[in-house]
């Protein structure tokens, strides 16, 4: 292999961990996104009916959460 060929691989597989990267990153923040539009939703509801509930965010990266109604 010439050191022209070795840079090439080189590059490609930059790229490649490049666009891998962003798209992990673009996932999780598209995750995290509506995990908090569904928490809105849910302890919005819950306000308004009147009930108390219990929400536990599990990650902060994700939003990865649990949301328990209490009995009344």
Do not use: P
């Amino acid at each position: 292999m010439t050191l022209k060929s070795i840079r090439s691989i080189q590059l490609y597989i930059a790229v490649i961990m490049s666009v891998l990267l962003i798209a992990v990153s673009c996932l999780v923040l598209i995750q995290r996104y509506f995990n908090y539009k569904e928490i809105n939703s849910l302890t919005a509801q819950a306000d308004a009916r009147g009930y108390d509930y219990e929400l536990t965010i599990h990650n902060d990266w994700t939003g990865d959460y649990s949301f328990k109604v209490k009995s009344r």
